[in-house]
């Protein structure tokens, strides 16, 4: 039920295709605005983990995604006044090209578009623009952009890999004639480089220092080639929201007797979403982190594993060298404990991956490959699981370069709802290459917290020779 309006100055910074330097661009205004002393909040538009990382060191507070496909258009506002919550202002960085959304046929085209998402949330849209090998022919694409949908308003424009000063004044002629107001101009700079991988940027976590230097200096070049006053003053035009911010205790009933909940973290296990913490927290988990390239053994009277999305190819020798921590996963699984895996987290439960002993909780071999399998996919449950009753519909989203053989095991987890079926249920085992954002699905939070207190009440019920 919305309870009032939320008046919160935001942008949203788009471009007319990938790879004009919106990540660099946005973490250096995020950085520079932080800096100013202001409190911003940063948002990243579509699944991706990894922008969301760089954007949470610029910004001091977690990146937090906006993705009608993952969470339902409904939620976007709730869930973006939740993440901006105490801040002053919010950046929400966009996905892909600016009307470039789900092509799933389930859906309209641009549906999880950043043009979609900057009209749900009515904000201006400041257009980042790749000027490397363009001149006057930038004000017929900013026209284009700008006129293209009039729902979507495009409040200015920032130049990006401008050559020169002879460059940029070329630039600027040509848009004072658009009539779009040229917010910045950021100048070519390649020791800026972000390095990437098969997966695309490197996640920040991985590169601690480099990175933290990374971002800071990104903030310095966008606070010397950006008019930081203008920006904010074109956020501060955005109207309120009449929406009230998402709150994950409302979400979900609470669990008894506050099962402790071992979530997968470090560098090999980045990729994971803010609100699926918080929602296992809502529902009476007590959440601890594990780092299986460091601890040696599960926190104690862990009651249930939740291990996300990430890299564990890129680690493989330590991971498979912590042998105490396999074994305590193995254990764990076992005895019929709760286990929610996703991608990376299926790789890690897997036999081996790329020759390399894994925890072996699953029959599965799996192996990097050079296919990149990426998009968005709407799945139903075909079983009862720990996490999903049979028969549940979830959307989310597929991203690996990795196979696993057999692809599904005798219980699927999911059944794709146009394809074969897809990952694994065995005992108190969810494991699958789909990642969610359970916001979009609050109950899938409510039921894993209480089958793990369901069976930390039975372990506690069982006479003391059963443990023997």
């Given at each position: ?5 939320r008046?919160?100055p ?116 400041v ?126 009933r609470?669990a ?54 990430g ?19 193995a ?47 709407a ?11 049979a ?6 989203h ?38 969610l ?8 939070a ?23």
């Open positions: 039920m919305v309870t009032g309006v008046r919160i935001r942008i949203v910074l788009a471009a007319p295709s990938s790879n004009a330097g919106k990540t660099s661009i946005a973490t250096g205004l995020l950085a520079a605005l932080t800096a100013r002393g202001l409190a911003v909040s940063p948002h990243k538009v579509g699944p991706d983990y990894i922008d969301p990382g760089y954007h949470g060191l610029a910004a001091g507070r977690p990146g937090r995604n906006l993705d009608p496909w993952l969470v339902g258009e409904e939620r976007i506002a709730p869930l973006f006044l939740h993440g901006a919550r105490g801040a002053e202002l919010a950046v929400v960085e966009g996905v892909m090209g600016l009307f470039d959304g789900a092509t799933h046929p389930s859906v309209e085209p641009g549906f999880a578009s950043t043009a979609h998402v900057a009209r749900t949330l009515r904000a201006p849209v257009l980042v623009v790749d000027a490397a090998a363009q001149a006057r022919s930038v004000a017929a694409l900013v026209h284009g952009f700008s006129t293209f949908d009039p729902s979507v308003r495009i409040g200015g424009v920032i130049l990006n890999r401008v050559g020169s000063d002879r460059h940029e004044e070329i630039l600027r002629e040509a848009l004072d004639a658009a009539g779009v107001p040229v917010l910045g101009a950021v100048r070519r700079l390649d020791r800026l480089h972000t390095p990437s991988r098969h997966l695309g940027l490197v996640p920040a976590a991985e590169r601690s220092t480099e990175a933290l230097t990374t971002v800071r200096r990104l903030g310095e070049v966008v606070a010397a080639g950006v008019d930081l006053d203008a920006v904010l003053a074109l956020a501060r035009s955005a109207p309120p929201l009449e929406a009230a911010p998402w709150d994950p205790v409302a979400e979900v609470t008894p007797g506050r099962p402790r909940i071992a979530v997968a973290a470090g560098p090999a296990f980045t990729f994971g979403y803010a609100e699926n913490a918080e929602l296992l927290a809502a529902a009476g988990a007590e959440v601890v982190p594990v780092d299986p390239l460091r601890d040696e053994a599960l926190p104690e009277g862990t009651a249930g594993l939740v291990i996300g999305g890299f564990p190819e890129v680690y493989a020798a330590e991971l498979s060298a912590n042998e105490s921590l396999r074994a305590d996963v254990a764990l699984a076992a005895r019929g404990a709760p286990v929610a895996a996703e991608c990376a987290g299926l790789l890690y439960l897997a036999r081996e991956l790329d020759g390399v002993p894994m925890c072996g909780v699953l029959d599965v071999t799996t192996r990097m490959t050079p296919r990149l399998t990426l998009g968005y996919r799945a139903v449950a075909p079983v009862d699981s720990v996490l999903a009753p028969g549940m519909r979830v959307r989310g597929e991203f690996h370069r990795t196979s696993a053989d057999p692809a599904a095991g005798h219980q699927p987890a999911w059944q794709w709802t146009a394809g074969a079926p897809e990952g694994f249920v065995r005992g108190g085992v969810h494991a699958s290459y789909l990642h954002n359970w916001a979009g699905n609050p109950e899938l409510e039921r894993f917290v209480g089958s793990c207190a369901a069976g930390l009440r039975t372990e506690r019920s069982e006479p003391l020779h059963a443990h023997r």
